[in-house]
């Protein structure tokens, strides 16, 4: 099947630094991606949707200052994650969808641990 | 919103043990039901999926039927093997929006 990829896939940081996330599509064209967010034994949470050339759609309660969001190409979307503090400590995971619509399968990333210190 | 319940792990099974593993969900209009595996160290994967009431979604010899009257999708597997340990989620919703459970943690054991 199709191949996404995060890297980086776990990242230290301080608190207040910046830490950017990458999400490739390896073989092929994604027009939508998705950013995720999982806490220990919670389920995934749908932080935002991601369209090629266009702004990202933030899901409630999440703050756009906070996680930039970037699809310049159709072949990745990073996920920055600015003045970072030990409460953003998490899993990341990333999506994404092949087609056009909403008939395309989801592939997932393995996924980005972050851990502010 | 929706929200999907599904039964906590970890889950230990000898091999060629049946599996169950539980879910129900709450969900405006006529969801699609999901069920997705993570495999140690990679990204999630769709396992199996139904998409209307009564449907059977099949893979790998897992089974799971969309019931409406008792809004569940249980996951079902005759004769597990030591491959099939991993995280297994169930999900509510469409391509464009997903409502996971918590995620199950198999571990079958020869």
């Known amino acids: 099947g199709a191949v996404v990829s995060q890297h980086p896939s776990w990242v230290i940081c301080k608190s207040g630094t910046s830490v950017k996330i990458e999400c490739r599509s390896l073989?092929?064209?994604?027009?939508?991606m998705f950013w995720y967010r999982q806490f220990p034994k919670q389920s995934l949470m749908l932080m935002a949707t991601?369209?090629?050339?266009?702004?990202?759609?933030?899901e409630q309660g999440v703050e756009k200052d906070k996680f930039l969001i970037n699809h310049a190409s159709l072949t990745l979307s990073t996920l920055t994650v600015t003045s970072a503090h030990p409460e953003d400590s998490s899993f990341y995971i990333c999506?994404?969808?092949?087609?056009?619509?909403?008939?395309?399968?989801?592939?997932f990333g393995e996924g980005s641990r972050l851990t502010v210190l | 919103g929706d929200s999907v319940t599904q039964m906590e792990g970890p889950v230990t099974l000898s091999e060629e043990a049946f599996l169950t593993i539980n879910c129900t969900y709450t969900?405006?209009?006529?969801?699609?039901l999901f069920w997705y595996v993570q495999y140690p160290g990679e990204g999630l994967q769709l396992l199996l999926k139904?998409?209307?009431?009564?449907d059977k979604g099949s893979n790998k010899g897992f089974e799971a039927t969309y019931r409406k009257e008792t809004t569940s999708f249980h996951l079902e597997k005759g004769s597990v093997q030591v491959s099939d340990s991993a995280v297994y989620f169930c999900?509510?919703?469409?391509?464009?929006?997903?409502?996971f459970g918590t995620g199950t943690r198999l571990q079958v054991t020869l």
């Open positions: 999506s994404a969808r092949e087609r056009t619509g909403d008939t395309g399968e989801l592939f």
């Open positions: 073989d092929f064209q994604a027009t939508t």
């Open positions: 991601s369209n090629e050339g266009s702004k990202a759609t933030y």
């Open positions: 969900a405006t209009g006529y969801p699609s």
């Open positions: 139904a998409t209307k009431a009564d």
């Open positions: 999900c509510t919703g469409t391509a464009s929006k997903l409502t």
